[in-house]
């Protein structure tokens, strides 16, 4: 089992930045990779960001690209997500979540259903 617990969120103004964090416990030492996933009111839940534990490899969904950086702190079991130039439509719950193993296939980094583990998210507001 894997706990997760995600903090950072607040209040911003378009064009301001705003830092998550996701602290992870439990065995943390079987975690491939963990990832940040957004959901907006009426929508599904949206890919954001992953990253291998090992390796750092880093995927970014195309609307963040160049705007959000996703980095882990192994040390500390972390994950962060910096958001810079923030706009109104990133509004939106973030939740971290973790697969542990490996995906079923290399390219599902983005598909929810290959996270096994999940935070309890936390809101940003981005006002125009």
């Known amino acids: 089992q894997v706990q997760l617990v995600e903090s950072g969120g607040g209040l911003v103004q378009a064009g301001g930045s705003l830092r998550l964090s996701c602290a992870a416990s439990g065995r943390t030492f079987s975690i491939y990779a963990m990832a940040w996933f957004c959901q907006a009111p009426g929508k599904e839940r949206e890919f954001v960001a992953a990253?291998?534990?090992?390796?750092?490899?880093?995927y970014y969904a195309d609307p963040v690209k160049g705007r959000f950086t996703i980095s882990r702190d192994n040390a500390k079991n972390t994950l962060y997500l910096q958001m810079n130039s923030l706009k109104p439509e990133d509004t939106a719950v973030y939740y971290c979540?973790?697969?542990?193993?490996?995906?079923?296939?290399?390219?599902?980094?983005?598909?929810?259903?290959?996270?096994?583990?999940w935070g309890q998210g936390t809101q940003v507001t981005v006002s125009s």
């Open positions: 990253i291998t534990w090992i390796g750092g490899f880093t």
């Open positions: 979540a973790a697969v542990l193993g490996r995906y079923s296939s290399g390219s599902y980094y983005y598909r929810n259903d290959e996270y096994g583990y």
